[in-house]
Nanobody, 127 residues
Framework: QVQLVESGGGLVQAGGSLRLSCAASGRTFSTSVMGWFRQAPGKEREFVAA????????YYADSMKGRFTISRDNAENAVYLQMNSLRPEDTAVYRC????????????????????WGQGTQVTVSS
């Protein structure tokens, strides 16, 4: 089993920054990639970014490049999402996920390629 717990969400003004954390525990050795997704009410789930536990390969949604940065701390079994220049349209529940796949035909953009999910943390950006 793998457990994922997000933290760091909250209320921030437009143009501000926020850093989300995802702590992984359990059989983390069975996973190879960690990702971030978001979902706003009435909208479909959207891929944000992903990172491998090993190596330096990063994956980003095109709309997030330049504003969001994903990183990891292997010693702490944690991944982070630094969000800058936040906009009201960034308001959503952000969830981290873990994938056991060594290879992805979608560059880990598809939610069905992930095996474990956190409960999510709310990010609200005010105008």
């Amino acid at each position: 089993q793998v457990q994922l717990v997000e933290s760091g969400g909250g209320l921030v003004q437009a143009g501000g920054s926020l850093r989300l954390s995802c702590a992984a525990s359990g059989r983390t050795f069975s996973t190879s990639v960690m990702g971030w997704f978001r979902q706003a009410p009435g909208k479909e789930r959207e891929f944000v970014a992903a990172i491998r536990w090993s190596g330096s390969r990063l994956y980003y949604a095109d709309s997030m490049k330049g504003r969001f940065t994903i990183s990891r701390d292997n010693a702490e079994n944690a991944v982070y999402l630094q969000m800058n220049s936040l906009r009201p349209e960034d308001t959503a529940v952000y969830r981290c996920a873990a994938s056991g796949r060594l290879y992805s035909s979608t560059s880990y953009r598809a939610s069905d390629e992930y095996d474990y999910w956190g409960q999510g943390t709310q990010v609200t950006v005010s105008s």
